[in-house]
C-alpha cells in the first residue's frame, strides 16, 4: 500500500508537518449500530481527517450484530489494502471468545491503535427516583432482580461492569443487553429499563435526560462534577472500555503503521481534543510501537475478569 504525503499547517504553532495521507477513500466498519459511542467516536475522526486529508473521504460503514462480533469474525475477510479499518472494543475481543459463542479469537483481530477510553457509569433517567447511588442500592436490595439496567451487548465492557456491580455491593440486577448505545438510550429515556450501566460518554451527551449516579474514575469529570466516583465510596474501582481501529491482518505492516501514525496524528489535532472532551472520551494512545505490550495486559486483566464471570469454562 502505497501513500501520499500532503503538507498542513499545525494550528498551534504555525508551523508546517508533513502527513501521511491515504491516495484512495477509506472504509470506516463500525461494529454497532449509528447513534451510540462507537458511532459518535467514528464521526469526530471523520470531520477531523477531512481537515488533514482533504482530497480523500472517510466513508463509515455499519454491520451491528452479535454485540459487535459479527464484524470482528468477518474483519479478516475484508481486503488488506491498507484502506478497511474497523472499530474495535476492550474489553469485547477478549470475553466474547471466552464466552464461545462468537466465531473469532482474540488473537484474529489485528489492533493497530486504541484512541480512548470510556470510563464506566452508572446512569438512569432524569425521571428516576432514585437520586442517589445509595438509594439505587437501596432499592435494589429491597427488590433483588427487579431493577434492570440495560448495556451495550453481552460479554462486553457494560455487561462486565453489571456483574462486578452486582457483586461488589451484594445485590441483584438483571441485565438486559442492547445491540448498542443508541438503542440502549431510548429505553433508558423512556423508562423501558430502570438505568444502565453504561460510560461517561453516555451521560455526558445525553445531560438533561439521563443522571449519572456514579463514575469508575480517578477524579470525579469535569462535564460531571456533582457525580461522585466509586473511590468516594470507598471501592477501588477505576475501569471502562478501550476503543481502537483494527485492520485484516492480511494487511502489510507498513501500511498498519502508517495508519497508526496517522490516526495518532488525528488524536493530537486540538480540535480532536476539544470533541472528546465535550462528549466525555479520555483520550489515549497506543499504537503499534507499543501495541504486543498493551494487549498482554490487557488480555490478562480481562481473562480474570471473565473467569469471575463465569465464562471460559
Given at each position: 500500500m502505497r501513500f501520499a504525503f500532503a503538507v498542513i499547517a499545525s494550528l498551534l504553532s504555525g508551523a508546517a508537518a508533513a502527513q501521511a495521507c491515504p491516495e484512495k477513500n477509506l472504509?470506516?466498519?463500525?461494529?454497532?449500530?449509528?447513534?451510540?459511542?462507537s458511532d459518535l467516536s467514528a464521526r469526530h475522526?471523520?470531520?477531523?481527517?477531512k481537515?488533514?486529508?482533504?482530497?480523500?473521504?472517510?466513508?463509515?460503514?455499519?454491520?451491528?450484530?452479535?454485540?459487535?462480533?459479527l464484524l470482528w469474525m468477518q474483519l479478516n475477510q475484508l481486503p488488506g489494502d491498507g484502506l478497511n479499518i474497523a472499530g474495535i472494543n476492550l474489553p469485547?475481543?477478549?470475553l466474547q471468545p471466552m464466552e464461545g459463542t462468537v466465531q473469532y479469537r482474540t488473537d484474529d483481530i489485528t489492533p493497530v491503535y486504541w484512541f480512548h477510553y470510556t470510563p464506566d457509569a452508572l446512569v438512569v433517567a432524569e425521571?428516576?427516583?432514585?437520586?442517589?447511588?445509595?438509594?439505587?442500592?437501596?432499592?435494589a436490595k429491597e427488590q433483588p432482580e427487579r431493577i434492570t439496567l440495560g448495556g451495550s451487548g453481552l460479554n462486553s465492557?457494560?455487561?462486565?461492569?453489571h456483574e462486578r456491580l452486582d457483586a461488589t455491593f451484594g445485590i441483584r440486577t438483571t441485565y438486559v443487553p442492547f445491540k448498542g448505545t443508541g438503542d440502549m438510550t431510548t429505553a433508558v429515556i423512556g423508562g423501558h429499563v430502570a438505568g444502565a450501566m453504561s460510560y461517561t460518554a453516555f451521560a455526558v451527551n445525553n445531560k438533561g435526560k439521563v443522571r449519572a449516579l456514579?463514575?469508575?474514575?480517578?477524579?470525579?469529570?469535569?462535564?460531571?462534577?456533582?457525580?461522585?466516583t466509586f473511590r468516594e465510596l470507598g471501592i477501588d474501582w477505576v475501569d471502562g472500555a478501550f476503543r481502537g481501529i483494527g485492520m485484516p491482518k492480511?494487511?502489510?505492516?507498513?501500511?498498519?503503521?502508517?495508519m497508526s501514525e496517522l490516526w495518532a496524528a488525528l488524536n493530537a489535532d486540538p480540535e480532536m481534543k476539544e470533541l472528546a472532551a465535550k462528549s466525555g472520551f479520555e483520550l489515549v494512545d497506543v499504537g503499534v510501537d507499543r501495541m504486543e505490550s498493551f494487549m498482554n495486559e490487557r488480555v490478562r486483566a480481562y481473562t480474570e475478569a471473565g473467569k469471575r464471570m463465569g465464562l471460559g469454562k
Open positions: 472504509l470506516y466498519w463500525q461494529a454497532f449500530p449509528a447513534g451510540g459511542e475522526q471523520q470531520l477531523v481527517l481537515k488533514k486529508c482533504p482530497a480523500i473521504e472517510t466513508i463509515i460503514q455499519y454491520k451491528p450484530g452479535a454485540g459487535g462480533g469485547h475481543i477478549v425521571s428516576s427516583p432514585l437520586r442517589s447511588f445509595q438509594d439505587f442500592v437501596r432499592a465492557a457494560n455487561h462486565a461492569a456514579v463514575v469508575a474514575m480517578e477524579q470525579r469529570h469535569p462535564l460531571l462534577p456533582e457525580v461522585p492480511s494487511t502489510p505492516a507498513e501500511a498498519r503503521r502508517r
